[in-house]
């Protein structure tokens, strides 16, 4: 059984893009086409008004909680062109860094593994997907991966910091090598995933083609060691693809069908166990799937989400906490 277990008034005053948990489930962060970020302290069933940030120009379409061990660090992007990223210190919220190295509305802002260090992952309509990295000191490195998406790029998601099959033969005492490694979908129908090379650039590594139509969201399910990795992708076309990849090399990756809604699909965000995934689309309802054991993805749930629209991450991050 499936129930909202809390509403949040945002007092938002245009539609709501995305609504994120922080990583204890205490905190939700929302934004808005009213051009704001706002923060709840959700606990307890509560919500309390925490902070109310504003320094975008423009529609804010997602946000992003950065790992705790590096602070209370959020990230927003937005119509403006713009990346803020904005820190707690002593109890007040304020912005840390902008990034104005874009020609376009950025789409996606997605925090790479905390193992990795400080990296985010912005994904642009002007086709380009940069990566800043903290450097110390308040500075911050950026990187650009030009023409990525030919017409834009809406989402970015990381691969978990867990090399495939490291549950069931994992080296003894070795650190594992972890591979840099990140999903996007643009507007040329495709998913693509890049991996870090030694030099440190960024190279294309797969093409995936499924979708009909604008890709709208990528999500990389956590892992937890096992051999299969697994991405979700949805589209304007409707329609939900599960992809999975089985062999160590990590080239061959097939397709399957969640399912065909009848409108746009705008979201799909995974559990932390990867055993269920939200779906967020344009009939304002979220679903949630669940894999069976001979291996079809059945809906588990039917959430209408009343009269406001908002991403699939919330719903799931209930979940979690049920």
């Not at 948990?21 to 509560?46: E, P």
């Not at 061990?69 to 210190?89: F, P, Q």
């Not at 790479?112 to 912005?122: E, F, R, T």
Request: with cysteine; proline share 3%; hydrophobic share 35%.
């Amino acid at each position: 059984m499936v129930s909202v277990i809390n509403t949040v008034d945002t007092s938002h005053e245009d539609m709501i893009h995305d609504a994120q948990m922080d990583y204890y489930g205490t905190r939700l962060a929302t934004c808005s086409s009213d051009r704001s970020v706002k923060i709840f302290d959700v606990r307890n069933g509560g919500q309390i008004l925490i902070a109310d940030l504003r320094g975008h120009e423009g529609p804010v379409w997602q946000v992003a909680w950065a790992h705790p061990m590096y602070g209370n660090i959020l990230a927003s992007c937005s119509y403006d062109r713009k990346v803020i990223i904005w820190r707690e210190e002593n109890g007040t919220w304020e912005k840390s860094h902008e990034h104005a190295g874009h020609d376009s509305s950025v789409n996606s802002v997605c925090w790479a593994p905390h193992d990795y260090g400080l990296i985010l992952a912005c994904g642009s309509s002007d086709g380009a997907i940069s990566l800043l990295t903290y450097t110390g000191e308040g500075q911050w490195e950026v990187k650009k991966i030009n023409n990525a998406h030919t017409i834009g790029c809406n989402a970015v998601s990381w691969a978990p910091a867990v090399v495939p099959g490291s549950l069931i033969d994992q080296p003894s005492g070795q650190k594992p090598n972890y591979i840099k490694k990140f999903a996007s979908g643009g507007c040329d129908n495709l998913i693509k995933l890049w991996k870090e090379e030694e030099d440190g650039q960024w190279k294309e590594e797969q093409k995936l083609e499924a979708h009909s139509d604008w890709v709208r969201d990528v999500a990389w399910a956590p892992s937890i060691g096992l051999p299969t990795s697994t991405i979700a992708s949805c589209s304007q076309d409707g329609r939900v693809f599960i992809w999975t990849c089985d062999d160590a090399s990590g080239n061959t990756w097939s397709p399957k069908l969640l399912h065909k809604f009848n409108d746009v699909v705008w979201h799909v965000s995974w559990s932390i166990t990867a055993n269920i995934l939200a779906v967020s689309g344009g009939d304002n309802k979220v679903t949630l799937w669940k894999e069976s054991v001979d291996g079809q993805w059945v809906c588990i749930s039917d959430v209408n989400k009343g009269q406001g629209s908002m991403s699939a991450s919330v719903t799931e991050g209930q979940q979690n906490e049920q």
